[in-house]
């Protein structure tokens, strides 16, 4: 009993002198509190020098993003822009350590367009839908859920939620105005050939494709009845302080009727225009709240297990996990296996580092920079 008591003291003196505590793990309000790299135990120098490297290596494509989409798919059959698109700013980006702001360059309140960042966006939709019950789970055919005409074939039949998330349905059809097999075709033989190739079976081969990603935003409206970006805004974007300002958009034509409503399916990516449009902010709290493990402030706003699982990679690609890039395969030299990141045409990046609890977001890099970038970003941070 003696013992007893004496452990209970020595406890409360412990707690009463601050030796024992509880850190607050910080999320930003309205307001993001900036910190320096000597508060955060980075070294300035190197963190000087991975922003020099994103502000010096600006991507080399038009700003007039109109002209960079025709020159990029110009090979495309009969390629046409259907959404909006917009001028894009230079360089812009911002380093969060610990869930500060410990750099950032460039006018990070300017809203652009993210092209394939958007599906990262998407795939949360996704989450949500398991986490909440209306998808029961990743291996339901798709069929079970949408009974249009875009799963009626023996071949599209057999495509799973699985499939659509990790880019190995090989679906074939044409959405709104747009064929599958004319989304990046390859580049040498008869493009007759390749329309009427042998398909693969679903789950079996990795092919990025925006057509097919465009699905499964329209599966998603299926199942939600409600436009994507009221789903986004008001499970993820308001919770976790983002500004009004970033919208998402589909196409002119890509209107759909849900319960007697036209109701805009949004797009993957900026592709045919459209996907996206948000500040580098704003991207940086979606990229936190995945650090995080989907939890800001109090509120699992994803669950964990849905967070742990986008970054897992496929047995037909490892580096791609539910439309967010995997590093499993050391495709950013010299970065830890386990970074996981959203990427989007013209140097759009998300990065997610858990293990140096790090956040960092880029805009208009060039690509061939981006693992100087990260390496010397995890380089800052002094070991204790």
């Known amino acids: 009993m003696k013992n007893t008591i004496k452990l209970l003291l020595f406890i409360f003196l412990l707690i009463s002198t601050g030796i024992v505590h509880s850190q607050k793990v910080y999320y930003p309000n309205a307001v993001w509190q900036v910190k320096t790299p000597e508060e955060l135990k980075m070294n300035k120098t190197m963190l000087d020098s991975a922003v020099y490297i994103a502000v010096n290596n600006e991507n080399k494509m038009s700003r007039d993003l109109k002209i960079a989409n025709y020159s990029a798919y110009k090979d495309e059959p009969n390629y046409e822009i259907l959404g909006p698109t917009k001028q894009r700013g230079g360089p812009a980006g911002v380093i969060i350590k610990n869930g500060y702001i410990v750099a950032q360059w460039g006018d990070v309140n300017r809203v652009d367009m993210t092209f394939s960042v958007a599906k990262s966006y998407l795939s949360t939709i996704a989450g949500l839908a398991i986490d909440k019950g209306l998808i029961k789970n990743m291996n339901d055919y798709v069929n079970q859920y949408v009974w249009d005409e875009t799963y009626e074939t023996p071949h599209n039949s057999k495509i799973k ?3 659509l998330l990790t880019q190995t349905s ?50 998603l409206l299926q199942v939600w009845r409600q436009p994507l970006p009221v789903i986004l805004k008001e499970n993820i974007m308001d919770p976790i302080g983002a500004s009004t300002t970033w919208r998402w958009y589909g196409y002119d034509n890509s209107f759909v009727n849900i319960d007697g409503i036209m109701m805009q399916s949004v797009s993957g990516g900026g592709h045919f225009g459209g996907g996206l449009f948000i500040n580098t902010l704003d991207m940086a709290r979606f990229g936190l709240l995945f650090q995080r493990n989907g939890k800001w402030e109090n509120k ?3 669950s964990e297990k849905w967070v742990k699982s986008v970054s897992q ?11 967010w890039w995997t590093n499993i395969e050391n495709n950013l030299s010299g970065v830890p296996s386990n970074v996981y ?3 989007g045409f013209g140097g759009n990046y998300i990065i997610i580092d858990n293990e140096h609890d790090l956040v960092i977001v880029t805009r208009w890099i060039d690509t061939n920079k981006i693992d100087d970038l990260i390496r010397a970003t995890i ?3 002094e070991k204790k």
């Open 170 to 219: 090989d679906w074939s059809g044409n959405l709104f105005g747009i064929d599958d097999w004319a989304d990046r075709p390859p580049k040498e033989g008869n493009i007759d050939a390749w329309k009427n190739r042998i398909l693969y079976e679903p789950g079996t081969h990795y092919k990025y494709n925006d057509v097919r990603v465009n699905l499964l935003a329209h599966s």
């Open 313 to 323: 990679g496929s047995s037909a690609n490892k580096s791609y996990g539910y439309l």
């Open 300 to 302: 699992q706003l994803i």
């Open 379 to 381: 380089k800052s941070i």
């Open 161 to 163: 939620w699985e499939h």
């Open 341 to 343: 990141y959203a990427v």
